[in-house]
């Protein structure tokens, strides 16, 4: 075994008759978790691979018009888990051309229930998710991002 002392190499030999143990990598795997805000209760953390995007879109703002330069960026996005919950989530914060001190980003959020009863009989869960859409597009003051996230949904089959 050898290590480093100072700007020196030293060996160490293990005993006659034993052998130093072998370092063991340990197996790991690393699940990719994501902490949510929601609007309406406290936050959620997920494993993303449980919760697939199903739809998204985010766009920056300001600056000269080169996203690089853009002083706020905004992204609404949609995850489902098989279960049928859906999570609406948004936020608006500095970009990477950054921003006036004292500014302060806002984000939020819904946690849908599965595709059972809603609020509204005449509605439907894919209702459910636009509005919550829209709502989180009002959160973040982007009507547009709401447009281009509601039309990256799965399309009705009817």
């Known amino acids: 075994m050898s290590f480093r002392w100072g700007s020196r190499l030293a060996t160490v030999a293990a005993p006659a008759g034993h ?4 370092k063991e ?3 790991t795997t690393t699940m990719k978790t994501r902490k ?7 936050p959620v953390t997920i494993t993303l691979e449980d919760w697939p995007r199903i739809a998204h879109a ?5 600056g000269s018009g080169h996203e690089c330069q853009a002083n706020e960026a905004g992204h609404i996005t949609v995850r489902q888990h098989e279960d049928g919950r859906t999570l609406v989530y948004c936020s608006r914060d500095r970009g990477p051309g950054g921003m006036a001190a004292g500014y302060r980003g806002s984000e939020g959020g819904y946690l849908l229930a599965g595709s059972g009863p809603v609020d509204y009989p005449a509605q439907t869960h894919a209702d459910e998710i636009v509005r919550a859409i829209r709502r989180c597009a ?3 003051d982007a009507p547009e991002l709401g447009d281009e996230c509601i039309s990256d949904l799965p399309a009705e089959e009817i």
């Open 19 to 22: 052998s130093l143990p072998e």
């Open 25 to 27: 990598t340990p197996m």
């Open 36 to 42: 949510i805000v929601l609007s309406e209760r406290r």
């Open 58 to 62: 985010s766009r920056c703002w300001g």
């Open 138 to 140: 009002g959160i973040i």
